[in-house]
């Protein structure tokens, strides 16, 4: 047994995977061998789900099959819609109401009682779970509106039917693409926090909605998911102020901040999915012609270039750029990380089944630090 110390369990394996690999050195991310690149421009969020969850992409055929089973399960328990719109009114913030609505739908799982080892009852369940987050998040965002939520349209994508319940308003092509890519781009990424929180869970055999939910509490913190939502607010902030983007990361660094959207424990260059949306969204300021956050982000990455930043293997991020294509399709920004979980789901739920297929229970240790031999005294002699 190895005494030495991983903080963080920085470089430590843990597990075998066949799902997807990050090359951070090249900066390189594939899912089951395809290239992100190729899947985000050729394969809509419901094949990369079935690659995921199946191992191979499906024919036109098993497509079909699979997002209509998918887009049957959308609807969501009344109950579950009352507990989202109380949460709304209390001013619930939306990682935290869906991590509460996802919790709950498991008491409205048809198959509740089905044995955790019974890993095609996950996958059902899992499915179950996927096609409902959007229709929880569409709805908690009405509920803020003061609107009631939109039934869902099993004719619609996952993609454009999450902008249509979100708005009341079917979206156009461009829109519907955008969002889809956007899915894409989020669906996995080896154990990555939310993942191994996910997988945890799972490892103790506990049901897979106990996993999603522990994946969402996860991938809210700043330091991983929450990181999209400080990116627009950066850009935001600068926008009020009088400063200039390359001045408000200056003063940030003097003052000893992190830079959102910036580093990231595998890449140590730029993330290939920060570049794909970078390159969406300049094709979408060149065609709105509002460049603004376009040329913000570009200064900001620019600048810190010019510093060394990137030299260091602190580059952009996946949640560099997301933000910014999200506010072109007119999403409010605290949804930025929810829309984060509602794809990153199905990695969660393909590594938890994946794990539990040779399921070991993680149980690591820690080394002990504290007194010895200390003697007890009761409560009243203290
Ligand atoms: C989807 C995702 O989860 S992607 C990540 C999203 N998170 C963010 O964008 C938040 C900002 N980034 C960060 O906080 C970090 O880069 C993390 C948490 C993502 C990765 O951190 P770690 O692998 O633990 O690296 P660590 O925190 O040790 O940083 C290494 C060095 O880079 C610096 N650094 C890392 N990120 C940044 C940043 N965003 N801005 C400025 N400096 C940074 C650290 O200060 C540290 O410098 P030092 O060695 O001089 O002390
Ligand atoms: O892999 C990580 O550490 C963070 C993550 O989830 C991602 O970049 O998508």
Do not use: C
């Amino acid at each position: 047994m190895s005494d030495e110390l991983k903080r963080g369990l920085e470089g430590v394996l843990v597990a075998e995977s066949d799902l997807s690999y990050v090359d951070g050195e090249v900066g390189k991310l594939v899912y089951r061998g395809y290239d992100i690149e190729d899947l985000a421009q050729g394969a809509s969020y419901e094949e990369v789900l079935y690659l995921l969850w199946h191992g191979s992409l499906p024919t036109r055929e098993e497509l079909d099959a699979f997002a209509a089973d998918l887009a049957a399960e959308r609807a969501v328990d009344d109950d579950v819609l009352d507990t989202v719109r109380t949460l709304a009114d209390a001013g619930e913030r939306p990682m935290a109401a869906l991590r509460t609505a996802v919790s709950m739908l498991s008491a409205y799982e048809p198959e509740s009682d089905a044995d955790p080892a019974d890993l095609d009852a996950t996958l059902r369940k899992g499915r179950r779970i996927t096609a409902k987050i959007p229709t929880i998040l569409a709805a908690f965002e009405r509920a803020r509106q003061g609107e009631d939520p939109v039934a869902p349209d099993p004719d619609l994508s996952h993609a454009a039917n999450f902008l249509y319940m979100l708005t009341g308003t079917e979206p156009d092509d461009v829109s519907a693409e955008t969002f889809d890519m956007a899915l894409t781009l989020h669906a996995d990424h080896g154990l990555n926090a939310s993942t191994f929180t996910a997988m945890v869970i799972g490892s103790t055999m506990a049901d897979v909605y106990s996993g999603v939910t522990g994946g969402i509490g996860a991938l809210s913190g700043p330091l991983h998911g929450g990181a999209n939502q400080d990116v627009m607010e950066v850009l935001q902030e600068v926008d009020a102020s009088d400063k200039d983007p390359v001045q408000w990361v200056k003063d940030a660094r003097e003052e000893g901040r992190r830079i959102p959207g910036f580093g990231h424990r595998v890449y140590k260059v730029k993330d290939p999915r920060a570049k794909i949306l970078e390159g969406k969204l300049r094709d979408l300021a060149e065609s709105s012609g509002d460049t603004k956050w376009l040329d913000y982000t570009t200064a900001i990455e620019e600048y810190l270039t010019e510093q060394g930043l990137l030299d260091k293997g602190i580059a952009p991020n996946v949640d560099f750029y997301s933000g910014s294509v999200y506010d072109s399709l007119g999403i409010p920004v605290d949804m930025y990380t929810p829309i984060f979980a509602m794809s990153r789901a199905g990695g969660w739920i393909a590594h938890v089944v994946e794990y539990q297929e040779d399921n070991r229970l993680i149980r690591p240790r820690g080394r002990y630090t504290g007194p010895e031999d200390s003697a007890f005294v009761p409560v009243d002699e203290r």
